[in-house]
């Protein structure tokens, strides 16, 4: 089986008093080479769903069903210390805030040599020489005193670039990135996105993309997820999902971008969302 | 009921914590017992002081009873002038307890203020020089000297120790100033045409009072045992009105023949009173914590 | 008399670590009562700054801000707090703008009693309803507090209270930029709609091309503190003359119309399956 592959994944967040289910059953897939988006909007549980599969949720959020198949085995069943070898090795992360991801005392290439330490990847000469040609790759100008210099000392899209390619260093085959250019300007997140894209098509990683950007989905994913409070509402090729909606969620999210008139969805759908906040908890 | 931020990882709730500061922390249900029962006592005491006829006049020596160990006549035993320690005890309480929390309004209703307000440029930079030279006098000699300068009487220490106390709020709330200043919803009163002065109590203060209340009660606790010291040095107010410093020291010559009694009990009855508000400078912090998480 | 007139406004910024920032480097501007005007930048571009200029939250360096003909810069403190209520705003951050230690009632009754001449206890309370109501928000929400409320609650509070004392202009420091899509849509329909029925001039602050395409009449663009173009909102977005401008709405990624991924993998001359 190649690939990741989600199937019925449930997700509680709970405390002495109260259990909130952030995700209900979430089952999807995503195949070599492919780009998926997972869109929705606050409390759709988005950011849930990926932190679910690597184990990454904080507490008192749990797994509490489903199963989880990436290239063969299952990531829920692992125990931490396997699980963290295939966490940088075989899945990257990049995350919405590229300053909170990188360690701002330590230098870049002491970063580069800490994730190459911890899965016994080759460092000194070769590290310096690959950890280079990987930011000159993913357009970081001047790689060599980035590499010498600290996080503080680069721009937002900068810090998002050595971000990727830190998540790109060991080569893993599936890359997710939880809103990576919110944070940035529309020129660079264009720049940003235009650089994952190159260097993931080629090499037939998957990715696996979450953000509330409908246009980002559509100029950079073949195939999205749509999300509303913890279920997947609509999925399917974006082709298809944006050009003729089929769940009145995702038509409302699409009217919402565009003009009415202009819309596929004849833009008199309205969800009556407005106001609901979806339960939050104290924890 | 929301949960206390013990970590998570274990379910259970410990009723008995300590926090960062060393400051016991209660879980939510014991808090307000605690907090009550403490209230109570800094209350208590001098409304016990004021109302209570005692059993024994705590100003009418008996020459015949001096030094006698506690026992069913004198509760607490009598000191080297044969007076009732009990009824002193409690007497105290009504100069002790009083002076050190008025000692702290004072200085509170000084020292925020002008925390609030010299936060920019020249004049708070100026201000906060005074202020400083202020925060680096050592208590105690400062309160002598003042009453000296000053004569005694409980006015005269309470003005001393506010002073010395001052610089505290000062800084405190200079500081949640600071930091408040550049919050968006201080900006939005601003924008609808608030004054400085609605800004800085509907706004700023309102949302950092918190821990000017936790610093408050740590004050008044910190006033009280320096006016016991004051009157253990014999400055301060003036016999034969009984405080907990100056009974301390008539009753520390009586130890060495081991007669704890006219020492004791009055320290007892101040570490009492300094505990309270110690516990209820914890029960603030809770309540604070509990509201922000609410955020 | 245009509502506003601005003519060669500068403001520069001291940097923590020595030097200085201009963040808005010599700008006129003049807007028509009514109009919707929007202002499109990047960060950086002292978009924001300017917004603040013009209400005078921030002191000009040098040139001079003209409101409904008054020379806001020669006021004092005093005599500009007093016109406040005439012009106001409502900022990016929800949850920020509002003081957490008040209820929803008296936040939006604030600006009331600040000002003064709304009558007693009773008439304010009756105008913060009705301006709650308004923005779509029932009596019940007088005694809650921000944190019980949505993002989008929260900034429908935040423009209740900017408009609780009938002002004649509005800046919106990209009101819907932390707010979710759905959210957006019905927020700029209601603002659209208070426009209309209170005969408001809008300024609108935003990054997002989209959301100024379709609520804003005429758009400048900034960029390192200067104007780089303005026109009517076609003009500027869809014809755009200047070099920054069409990198700009280069780098826009609408939706729809569907162009999808094999059109930005041509671009990027990469081979892709899709």
Redesign the interface.
Known sequence: MSGLEVTGLVTDFENRTTSIRALHGVSFGVGESEVVGIVGESGSGKSTVVRSIIKLLMPPGKVTEGHVDFYGASLLDLKERELRRIRGKEIGFVAQNPFSALNPVLRIEKQFDNIAKAHGAPRGQELHRRAVDLLEATGVKDAERVIRGYAHELSGGMAQRVVIAMALFLNPRLVIADEPTTALDLTVQRQVLDTLTRLTVDSGRSMLIVTHDLGVVANYCDRVLVMYQGRIVEQGPVSRVFVTPEHEYTASLLDSVVRPEESPAGGTRNIATVGVRPKVMEY | ???QSAP??S?S?RAVRWSRRGRLRLGARWNGIAATIAVIVIIGLPVLALIGPYPIDPFRPDPNAIGIAPNGVHWFGTDGNGMDVFARTIEAAKLDVPISVAATLLALVVGVPIGLFATTGRVGDAVMRVVDAFAALPIIVIAIVAIQLMGGGAWNVILAIAIVGAPRFVRLSRASAIALRS???V?????????PL?VAF??VF??AYGVVLVQATLTAANALGTIAALNFLGVGVNPPVPTWGAMISDGASMLIRGEWWAAAFPTLAMLLVIASFNVIAGAIENRIERVE??? | MALIELTDVTKTFALPHGGAKVAVDGVSLSVEHGECLGIIGESGSGKSTLGRLILRLYDADSGSVVLEGQDIRALSRRELRRHRHRWQIVFQEPYASLNPRLTIGQIVEEPLIVHGGYGGRAARRERVTSTLQEVGLSPDFLDRRPANLSGGQQQRVGIARALVTDPSLVVLDEPTASLDLTIRASTLRMLNRLRESRGLTYVFISHDIETVRHFCSRVVVMHHGRFVEGGTAQQVLDAPVEDYTRNLMAAAMPPIPYRGRTAVLDDLDVSGES
């Open positions: 009921m929301s949960v998570p990882t379910a709730i919050s968006r919803y900006e939005a009163a601003v924008a609808i045409g608030c004054s609605r509907n706004h309102r949302n998480r609410a955020r």
